[in-house]
């Protein structure tokens, strides 16, 4: 019994220690990335980094909450998160800012609005996504009320399942834009813009232990998403491998 209880403190040390270890040697960077970042808005940056710097990179998707605990045990190096609580001892910085949108189905009777009121939004249940993402407070900082006060119509856990949902007419969702261009494009979902000027946003956080060096393949990894993310706004062009620089 004892033996079985020391068995996970053990792992966790080997873990550590290899990843200390794995300070000082060259490896692959392993990064982290909640479910909506790194299955629709991840990927060209990471071809554009590993074209650019022939740099190795493996990846994990997993829920935003997991990505946060695999971070603290030194299981990945840098993490891309929909929501940060900025503990201490990490460095954490706005990758990109994505707009919310709600999405219907090409049926429903909001698909030919504009954009979409407050006062709508707080009459309507939606369809809840992925928990721990910070899009129940957005939504509910948005619409000036307690978080506790929203009204959800079903919980899916994930963006998928909310697009399914949405689809057969089940009900209406608040998505990040990006991870509903393939089917607006295609019809099977109809994206409406939120009132406001600006409208809502989302801020993607990328996230690393402070306690690297500048020099640490995590903290250059990070500063260049940023950077790139930049540009890539300022120039309102795609991700492409030549158009970034690394720096140093």
């Known amino acids: 019994m004892e033996g079985r209880e020391f068995e996970g403190h053990a792992r966790d040390l080997h873990r550590l220690a290899n990843n200390a270890l794995n300070t000082f040697r060259e490896r692959r960077l392993v990064v982290g990335a909640s479910s909506n970042i790194g299955i629709y808005l991840l990927h060209p940056y ?5 074209d650019e710097s022939g740099a190795s990179i493996d990846i994990q998707i997993s829920r935003n909450l997991v990505v946060a605990e695999q971070l603290a045990k030194g299981e990945i190096d840098v993490a891309l998160m929909e929501w940060w609580d900025e503990r201490p001892g990490y460095v954490s910085r706005v ?9 219907v ?13 407050c006062s709508q939004l707080r009459q309507t249940p939606m369809l809840g996504g992925e928990p721990g993402t910070g899009t129940g407070r957005l939504l509910a900082e ?9 009204s959800i ?3 899916l856990g994930s963006t998928d399942a909310v697009k399914q949902w949405v689809k057969a007419g089940m009900g209406v969702s608040l998505a990040l834009a990006g991870t509903v261009d393939d089917e607006t494009r295609s019809g099977k979902l109809v994206a409406i813009p939120l009132e406001g000027n600006p409208p809502p946003r989302k801020a993607l956080q990328v996230v690393w232990r402070d306690s690297l060096s500048d020099e640490h ?32």
């Open 95 to 103: 990758w990109r800012t994505e707009e919310m949108v709600v999405i």
């Open 46 to 50: 990471l071809k554009a980094y590993g």
């Open 105 to 117: 189905a090409p049926e429903h009777p909001w698909a030919g609005l504009p954009y979409l009121s």
């Open 142 to 150: 948005y619409l000036g009320i307690e978080l506790a006060e929203l």
């Open 217 to 248: 393949a995590a903290c250059r990894f990070g500063t260049w998403l940023v950077e790139s993310a930049a540009l890539s706004h300022q120039k309102n062009v795609q991700v492409h491998p030549a158009r970034w620089p690394l720096g140093e």
């Open 153 to 155: 119509g079903a919980r």
